[in-house]
C-alpha cells in the first residue's frame, strides 16, 4: 500500500469511529443537527486553507471525542497511535473544572499547544462562530453569544502565529459576531 493510501485509510477510520462514538448525539442548534456534522465542517474549513496533513486531519475528525463521548486515551492510541491521540487530548477540556475554570485553562493551553493541537484548535473556533451566527444554539440570548466570541478570540490570540489564512478564516468569522 502507498502511504496516500494508508493516510486516506486512517482520515476515513477516524470519520468512522467519530460518527460510531457521537451516533447518538445532536448539535444543540434548532435543526438538532447530526453531531458529527460539526467535525466534517471542521475538516472542509481545514482543507479548504490547505492543511491536508492526515494526522491532523484524522485529530480534527476525532477532537470531541474524549470530551463528549466514553472514548478513552488508550482506546483511541490503540486505534490511531499516539500522534493523533496526543492532539485530541491537547485540545479536550477537563470536564470536572467549573466553566470559568475551563476557559482559563483553555486560554493558557493555547499558548503551549503544539503546532497541530492549534490549527485543530483554531478550526474548531472558527467553526463555532461560524454555527452561532447561523444557527444559533437554543436558549443563548445575543449576550452568551458575545461571550462566546470574546473568549473565543482570547484563546485564538493566545496561538496566533500558526496558519495565515486559518487565523484569517477566523477573523472573518468574528467580525459577523452578534
Ligand atoms: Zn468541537
Same mark, same amino acid.
Request: charged share 30%; proline share 3%.
Given at each position: 500500500?502507498?502511504?496516500?493510501?494508508?493516510?486516506?485509510?486512517?482520515?476515513?477510520?477516524?470519520?468512522?469511529?467519530? %460518527? &460510531?462514538?457521537? +451516533?447518538? $448525539?445532536?448539535?444543540?442548534?434548532?435543526? =438538532? !443537527?447530526?453531531?458529527?456534522?460539526?467535525?466534517?465542517?471542521?475538516?472542509?474549513?481545514?482543507?479548504?486553507?490547505?492543511?491536508?496533513?492526515?494526522?491532523?486531519?484524522?485529530?480534527?475528525?476525532?477532537?470531541?471525542?474524549?470530551?463528549?463521548?466514553?472514548?478513552?486515551?488508550?482506546?483511541?492510541?490503540?486505534?490511531?497511535?499516539?500522534?493523533?491521540?496526543?492532539?485530541?487530548?491537547?485540545?479536550?477540556?477537563?470536564?470536572?473544572?467549573?466553566? %470559568? &475554570?475551563?476557559? +482559563?485553562? $483553555?486560554?493558557?493551553?493555547?499558548?503551549? =499547544? !503544539?503546532?497541530?493541537?492549534?490549527?485543530?484548535?483554531?478550526?474548531?473556533?472558527?467553526?463555532?462562530?461560524?454555527?452561532?451566527?447561523?444557527?444559533?444554539?437554543?436558549?443563548?440570548?445575543?449576550?452568551?453569544?458575545?461571550?462566546?466570541?470574546?473568549?473565543?478570540?482570547?484563546?485564538?490570540?493566545?496561538?496566533?502565529?500558526?496558519?495565515?489564512?486559518?487565523?484569517?478564516?477566523?477573523?472573518?468569522?468574528?467580525?459577523?459576531?452578534?
Amino acid at each position: 500500500m502507498s502511504n496516500k493510501e494508508k493516510n486516506l485509510i486512517l482520515v476515513l477510520k477516524a470519520l468512522t469511529f467519530a %460518527a &460510531e462514538k457521537h +451516533r447518538h $448525539q445532536r448539535q444543540d442548534d434548532a435543526a =438538532a !443537527s447530526p453531531y458529527i456534522n460539526h467535525p466534517i465542517a471542521l475538516v472542509n474549513l481545514l482543507i479548504e486553507v490547505g492543511v491536508t496533513d492526515s494526522k491532523v486531519i484524522s485529530a480534527a475528525l476525532l477532537h470531541d471525542t474524549l470530551e463528549d463521548t466514553d472514548t478513552t486515551y488508550a482506546e483511541l492510541k490503540i486505534h490511531f497511535g499516539k500522534k493523533i491521540s496526543d492532539i485530541v487530548w491537547e485540545v479536550t477540556d477537563d470536564k470536572s473544572l467549573t466553566d %470559568a &475554570e475551563r476557559r +482559563r485553562i $483553555q486560554i493558557a493551553h493555547a499558548k503551549t =499547544a !503544539s503546532k497541530h493541537a492549534k490549527l485543530v484548535k483554531l478550526a474548531d473556533k472558527t467553526c463555532n462562530l461560524r454555527d452561532i451566527i447561523k444557527t444559533p444554539p437554543v436558549g443563548w440570548d445575543i449576550k452568551r453569544q458575545r461571550d462566546y466570541f470574546y473568549w473565543a478570540q482570547e484563546v485564538i490570540d493566545a496561538l496566533r502565529g500558526v496558519h495565515k489564512k486559518l487565523e484569517k478564516a477566523f477573523d472573518k468569522a468574528y467580525a459577523l459576531r452578534p
